[in-house]
């Protein structure tokens, strides 16, 4: 029986003939991946949402030169939500993506192959947000409160999760459905009680716009570990150019490197780059300091940038099938994750190449 494998390995063999043939007869390109006129390898990102403080190194390696000194030349897009670049990737339109974890075990449960090969935040970030005056101080205080609620957004898809744990009845919590700016504008407003967000990328916007302290209820608070974002390639992207991959993972740690050196550089490559972006160049700062704050896990603690811990994707797995409309033991951990193509060794390959 010829198998997917199969016949992926033996396209290569007829592949390289045709480009043999190709070549003789003078109509066409050469194999292996597109280049540009210094030689540099072509790779497309896109993160998941606008560009902000979370997404720094990546921005920072583009505008710095970083992936240039590794032989890439990365084109850096903005996303629009991470299943859409999960998508993107999964069809080959975009070479790598940053995207959330918990939307990558949906997609792969509906089938898209793809993997994360590095968790740039992976404790989670998911918090909730309400001003000093609203008497909010401890989850007890959530029922009988109001909310804007954005269907699909991680925090709100696992407050389920949250309320259980913190032992309240999310059915005495009042939602209004909108989306994450409208729902950003209520809370401001005072029209609604608290709001959802990420540590990371919310929070830090919250106060500034307040000039204030919002009290902060952090998932994490209660025990939920549901790893938040990172670094995605497509099975077949990683099986026909691993060292690309891995030429982008050592560049990409680089990056991370130069941003915590330097973060005021790094924030002035953000405004170069990002020309005409809302996002506050101190805001920016923050995000990503916040971001460090994350970017391991007790699990994954000691173990080299980028390198994920097998009992936090069963954790995410887990919340996702439970709260996610994942079906159980449709995603194995093997699916979703690889250690792989890190350039440092990790304790655990996970899924492999």
């Given amino acids: 029986m010829l198998t997917n494998r199969t016949w992926r390995h033996g396209s290569r063999l007829i592949g390289g003939l045709a480009v043999t043939l190709v070549l003789v007869a003078g109509c066409g390109g050469a194999s292996g991946p597109e280049t540009d006129a210094e030689g540099r390898e072509k790779v497309t ?8 403080g979370a997404a720094l190194p990546l921005i920072a390696g583009v505008e710095q030169g970083i992936f240039e000194d590794h032989g890439l030349n990365v084109e850096l897009n903005e996303g629009k939500e991470s299943a859409t670049t999960i998508q993107t990737v999964g069809n080959g339109s975009d070479d790598i993506g940053y995207v959330d974890a918990g939307t990558l075990v949906q997609s792969v449960a509906q089938g898209i192959d793809v993997k994360m090969v590095a968790g740039l935040v992976q404790e989670s970030p998911l918090a909730l947000y309400a001003m000093e005056d609203s008497g909010i101080r401890e989850p007890a205080d959530l029922e009988g409160r109001t909310a804007g609620y954005t269907p699909g957004s991680a925090a709100e898809r696992i407050f389920p999760a949250y309320a259980q744990a913190a032992g309240i009845d999310e059915r005495s919590v009042q939602f209004r459905n909108v989306d ?3 729902r950003t504008e209520l809370f401001m407003a005072g029209q609604t009680d608290f709001t959802f967000g990420l540590l990371n990328v919310s929070g830090p916007n919250i106060s500034d716009k307040c000039d204030c302290e919002p009290t902060v209820l952090p998932y994490s608070d209660v025990g939920i570990h549901m790893l938040s974002s990172g670094i995605v390639a497509s099975t077949d992207f990683a099986e026909d150019r691993p060292e690309t991959l891995e030429k982008f993972l050592a560049a990409l740690g680089e990056a991370v490197e130069e941003v915590n ?11 170069q780059f990002a020309e005409g972006s809302t996002v506050d160049a101190s805001i920016v700062a923050k995000q990503w300091e916040v971001s460090m704050e994350l970017h391991q896990t007790d699990a994954s603690e000691g173990d080299a940038f980028g390198c ?4 936090d994707w069963e954790s995410t797995i887990e ?12 995603v194995a951990v093997e699916d979703i994750s690889s ?5 440092q060794a990790c304790s655990d390959e996970l899924g492999g190449a």
């Fill in 45 to 52: 990102v896109r993160t998941d949402v606008y560009f902000n």
């Fill in 180 to 182: 994450i700016p409208t």
């Fill in 261 to 271: 050196e330097d973060p005021d550089a790094a924030v002035r490559s953000f405004e």
């Fill in 308 to 311: 994920m811990a097998r009992e």
């Fill in 319 to 330: 919340l996702m099938e439970r709260y996610g409309d994942v079906p159980e033991g449709v």
């Fill in 339 to 343: 250690n792989a193509f890190n350039p």
